[in-house]
């Protein structure tokens, strides 16, 4: 029982999975943010009725 014991705590392939998971949700949540930010802006464009670019849309 000691020698599992032992192993199991020099065993660090969890470590790695969680470090992974820790990764790619702060990549998840900063590609998430990104593109909020990017609708935003381009809502934003297209509501101006002055702007060029809403006129050259427009029919």
Do not use: C, H
Request: proline share 2%; no cysteine; hydrophobic share 50%.
């Amino acid at each position: 029982m000691k020698t599992v014991l032992q192993r199991f705590l020099k065993d660090e392939n969890g470590a790695t999975v969680v470090e992974y998971a820790l990764i790619v949700a702060v990549l998840s949540l900063t590609i998430i943010g990104g593109i909020g930010q990017v609708f935003n802006s381009i809502t934003w464009l297209f509501s101006d009725n002055t702007s060029r670019l809403s006129n050259a849309f427009a029919p």
